[in-house]
Each structure stands twice: as structure tokens, then as C-alpha cells.
């Protein structure tokens, strides 16, 4: 069955770098998109980037320039890189995958931004 996994993340000072990683397993994972997710105190979950299958990405306007989402289909893995963090990124972060009308989800990746 589809597994993914997140790793990565922890609290950080503005400004700061971290790096989300997504395990994959139990579907052809080059053959997909693949998403990231957040979810802020007191917010709706909302998309923050995704990756296809030919490697083309989008970003929401609020992190375009500052993350950068990438993937290794040797290691049915993908990453998130967020640079210059902000308190406002504060967030549960979560892996996306949509297989037709099916979405999984990952456990979670705590990320806060703090002095």
C-alpha cells in the first residue's frame, strides 16, 4: 500500500534552512506528481508546492523564490529546501500524493520558525 514518510523538521530561527524529505513506497513513484503541503495554528491546509513527473514545478506565491521542491526517483524520494524561513511559516508539513481520485498523505513534519 502507498507509504510516504516525512522527515526533517524542527525548529529553526527566521531566517534560517531546513530541509523536508518525503520516503515513498508502494506505487511507481516516477511515474507521479508529487506535493507538499502545509497546515499553520488556526489555518486551512493549503498547497505549498508540487513537482510532476517530468520534473516541471509550481509554487504558491507566498514561498516562490525562497523553497525550492525536488525529487530523486532513484530514491522514490522528495524534498522540500525552504530558505530565509519566516515566522509565518510556521507549519505541519505534509507529503501529497493523488493517485486519480485517491489522496494520501504523510504523518507530518513539525516546522517552526522562532527566536
Known amino acids: 500500500q502507498v507509504q510516504l514518510v516525512e522527515s526533517g523538521g524542527g525548529l529553526v530561527q527566521p531566517g534560517g534552512s531546513l530541509r523536508l524529505s518525503c520516503a515513498a513506497s508502494?506505487?511507481?513513484?516516477?511515474?507521479?506528481?508529487m506535493s507538499w503541503y502545509r497546515q499553520g495554528p488556526g489555518k486551512e491546509r493549503e498547497l505549498v508546492a508540487t513537482?510532476?513527473?517530468?520534473?516541471?514545478?509550481y509554487y504558491a506565491d507566498s514561498v516562490r523564490g525562497r523553497f525550492t521542491i525536488s525529487r530523486d526517483n532513484a530514491k522514490n524520494t522528495v524534498y522540500l529546501k525552504m530558505n530565509n524561513l519566516k515566522p509565518d511559516d510556521t507549519a505541519v508539513y505534509y507529503c501529497?500524493?493523488?493517485?486519480?481520485?485517491?489522496?494520501?498523505w504523510g504523518q507530518g513534519a513539525q516546522v517552526t520558525v522562532s527566536s
Open positions: 501529497n500524493l493523488r493517485l486519480g481520485l485517491n489522496w494520501y
Open positions: 508502494g506505487f511507481t513513484f516516477s511515474s507521479y506528481a
Open positions: 513537482i510532476t513527473s517530468t520534473h516541471s514545478t
